[in-house]
């Protein structure tokens, strides 16, 4: 029951890190479609995906609140909830899962790793790395949590990858 629970408790990271794929569909959002710092970063990492990605997972946290979910939150001891609650917690993990993925990429560039070219394992886990380091003071999983969740997120990449480039929605499959 405690994996689930956690997985649950992450979800929205989960979501904040497949959002930039799923954003890159809508027309309205290509004109953020410019990148953060190409030098830097590569060309892949946006604005759009950046600064939307924890909305929505906000947005999850919301839902989460909405579909009286969240009391499963407080049992870790969080923040009292509330939609506002609820909203601060997805939003931070989605800050989380997108300051994980731009420091991979950044480390992916000194390293000469071609943007939208593998890093394996690293593509899965930089951004669950992200999101419980920026929820740590909030809460920490025990080490059979954070193992999971790490374990896990590269399963989700892959799945999410794998779905994203069989519907034409990525060029690249890893």
């Given at each position: 029951?405690?994996?689930?629970q956690?997985?649950?408790l992450?979800?929205?990271?989960?979501?904040?890190?497949?959002?930039?794929?799923?954003?890159?569909?809508v027309p309205?959002?290509?004109?953020?479609?410019?990148?953060?710092?190409?030098?830097?970063?590569?060309?892949?990492?946006?604005?759009r995906?950046?600064f939307?990605?924890?909305?929505?997972?906000?947005?999850?946290?919301?839902?989460?609140?909405?579909?009286?979910?969240?009391p499963?939150?407080?049992?870790?001891?969080?923040?009292?909830?509330?939609?506002?609650?609820?909203?601060?917690v997805?939003?931070?993990?989605?800050?989380?899962?997108?300051?994980?993925?731009?420091?991979?990429?950044?480390?992916?560039?000194r390293?000469?790793?071609?943007?939208g070219?593998?890093?394996?394992v690293?593509?899965?886990?930089?951004?669950?790395?992200?999101a419980?380091?920026?929820?740590?003071?909030?809460y920490?999983?025990?080490?059979?949590?954070?193992?999971?969740?790490l374990?896990?997120?590269?399963?989700a990449?892959?799945l999410?990858?794998?779905?994203?480039?069989?519907?034409?929605?990525?060029k690249?499959?890893y």
């Open positions: 029951m405690y994996f689930l956690i997985l649950y992450y979800l929205p990271a989960f979501v904040a890190n497949a959002a930039p794929v799923v954003f890159a569909r309205v959002m290509r004109r953020w479609n410019q990148p953060i710092d190409a030098q830097l970063l590569g060309k892949n990492k946006t604005m995906g950046f939307f990605s924890p909305l929505v997972a906000g947005f999850v946290g919301i839902l989460q609140f909405a579909l009286n979910f969240l499963q939150v407080s049992r870790f001891s969080l923040i009292h909830p509330s939609l506002l609650g609820a909203l601060f997805g939003m931070l993990l989605g800050l989380g899962a997108m300051l994980g993925d731009v420091l991979k990429s950044y480390f992916k560039r390293i000469k790793i071609a943007p070219k593998a890093w394996p690293i593509d899965g886990i930089d951004y669950m790395v992200g419980l380091l920026l929820f740590a003071p909030y920490v999983p025990t080490i059979d949590g954070m193992l999971f969740l374990f896990v997120g590269p399963l990449s892959l999410a990858n794998t779905v994203s480039y069989c519907v034409g929605w990525k690249v499959w």
